[in-house]
């Protein structure tokens, strides 16, 4: 069964350091978005892109976040200089239909440390 | 803003039902989703309700009242690897219909 997939598995970094965090949706999708969940806390949406272009973004997605699809499969996230609180878990799910009737596909997950 | 409410923990012993409860206070309902997350992983999809009444898939069932913000999900003939936290996630009617996720439940399955 085709999955999301998601590099690096875990990232630890200095504050004040820029990350890049990368997916790889489920191939014929056409929606995809970041979550992060912080640990022992619920996951939150951040951002969700379609067309090449952010769709929707939280308020947790200000300046220091961005995302691009640099190329027809991959997806990323960019964390320009990091702070200790954007330790968490994050997530890249994918849909191929806005959510509607179709569940989003999670990956495995990113853990970024931040120190 | 959204409001999801969840038990926070559950435990039952194998062979069992639990039933866990997600009540919501949402602007832009489009539907409502329950994920399965085990420690340290992704959540991974269950199933998902639009219109009232029940959905079941094996030893899953989900049910919805749109009308009294209300689901729940139903986990029968409980096995030992069934624990783990469950997520009620609802499908918002945005640009992209994100997901807005409870705090989850955590269901621990005894001998």
């Known amino acids: 069964e085709p999955e999301v997939t998601q590099t690096p598995s875990h990232q630890v970094t200095q504050m004040g350091q820029e990350v890049i965090l990368r997916c790889v949706p489920i191939?014929?999708?056409?929606?995809f978005y970041w979550y992060r969940q912080i640990l022992g806390q619920k996951v939150e949406f951040l951002v969700s892109?379609?067309?090449?272009?952010?769709?929707?973004k939280s308020e947790i997605f200000d300046d220091q976040f961005s995302v691009e699809r640099p190329d027809g499969s991959n997806f990323t996230l960019k964390i320009r200089s990091t702070k200790l609180e954007d330790s968490a878990m994050y997530f890249c799910?994918?849909?191929?239909?806005?959510?509607?009737?179709?569940?989003?596909?999670f990956g495995d997950g990113t853990r970024l440390s931040i120190l | 803003g959204q409001n999801i409410d969840q038990p926070t923990e559950m435990t039952a012993t194998e062979g069992a039902i639990v039933q866990i409860n997600c009540t919501y206070q949402?602007?832009?309902?489009?539907?409502l989703f329950w994920y399965q997350q085990h420690a340290g992983e992704a959540p991974t999809f269950l199933s998902y309700?639009?219109?009232?009444g029940l959905e079941e898939k094996g030893r899953f069932s989900s049910f919805l009242s749109r009308s009294k913000g209300y689901s729940y999900l139903l986990l029968k003939e409980l096995q030992m690897k069934d624990s783990a936290s469950y997520l009620c996630?609802?499908?918002?009617?945005?640009?992209?219909?994100?997901?807005?996720f409870g705090a989850g439940t955590t269901v621990t399955v005894r001998a």
């Open positions: 799910a994918s849909s191929d239909d806005r959510g509607r009737d179709q569940p989003q596909h």
């Open positions: 191939s014929n999708h056409l929606y």
């Open positions: 892109f379609y067309n090449n272009e952010i769709s929707e």
């Open positions: 949402t602007s832009g309902f489009n539907g």
């Open positions: 309700n639009v219109l009232d």
């Open positions: 996630a609802v499908s918002l009617r945005s640009n992209d219909y994100k997901l807005s």
